[in-house]
């Protein structure tokens, strides 16, 4: 079997969620790279749509901004931060990938200040586009590293939402009834919502890794199916699109 690192297996595990003939909101970096791979394996009709306005760009290879040159190249529409935003507000985009140094047991993030609003141990760069992608998109994803200081009990503030306190909080908010949090990919396991309470639950383990790994580095109990899948490892087709087509220079996905 063909060696491969944690961040190569995340980003075969967040192509393989991008059907074919779906739309997806990506940042730079791993977002980018599944989108890439996702196309150029089993979803080559994925329209892909950066922040900045380029729609279904032919990607020559890895941008380095949402606003780089390479995310217009061939695009079906060059468009602008407000064609993407209306486009998610119209209910026009299906997936979403998003992080921030905190996410809670509802798949709520945080990514503007750790600690107190009024004197915080960091401020972080806030929303950006993220709360937008999130309250809209009908999927909203994140791939990050399994780790208690990420998975915290409550966000120190709530910069995009996720299913707020979970249950029904999130329509009662005025937020679209079926759009919010879809599924987790970490370096240890895949995670979904369970469908009642809203509550982050383990569904499949990664290779190397069993329940009690994932439960030690989270700072909330989980949820988890009674039988828990193995997570398919990246296959050697996938590992070598990702590695001489998506990102040879292996920017994002390291050595």
Not at 13 to 36: H, K, Q
Not at 227 to 251: K, Y
């Amino acid at each position: 079997m063909t060696e491969y690192n944690q961040m190569e297996m995340m980003i075969s595990i967040a192509a393989r969620e991008l059907e074919n003939g779906a739309t997806v909101g990506v940042g730079t970096g791993a977002p980018c790279a599944a989108a890439m791979l996702a196309q150029k394996t089993a979803s080559p009709d994925l329209v892909i749509m950066f922040e900045a306005g380029g729609i279904s760009p032919d990607l020559p290879e890895m941008p380095i901004s949402v606003g780089d040159s390479r995310t217009f190249y061939k695009a079906s529409m060059a468009g602008s931060m407000s064609t993407i935003m209306s486009s998610c507000a119209r209910g026009f985009v299906d997936y979403t990938f998003l992080g921030g140094a905190q996410i809670d047991m509802y798949g709520n993030l945080n990514s503007t200040v750790i600690g107190d609003w009024e004197s915080p141990k960091v401020r972080l760069p806030g929303s950006g586009g993220a709360n937008d992608f999130a309250s809209f998109c009908w999927k909203m994803m994140v791939m990050t590293p399994q780790d208690k200081r990420r998975f915290v009990e409550k966000v120190d503030f709530l910069t995009t939402p996720g299913w707020l306190e979970g249950g029904d909080s999130r329509k009662k908010s005025g937020l679209p009834e079926n759009a919010g949090p879809h599924k987790i990919i970490t370096n240890m396991a895949v995670m979904d919502f369970e469908p009642e309470s809203k509550r982050m639950r383990v569904i499949s383990l990664n290779p190397g890794y069993t329940f009690d790994d994932v439960q030690e580095n989270c700072g909330f109990e989980l949820l988890r199916l009674d039988n828990l899948a193995e997570t398919p490892a990246p296959t050697e087709e996938e590992l070598s699109i990702l590695r001489h087509q998506v990102d040879p220079g292996r920017v994002v996905i390291g050595r």
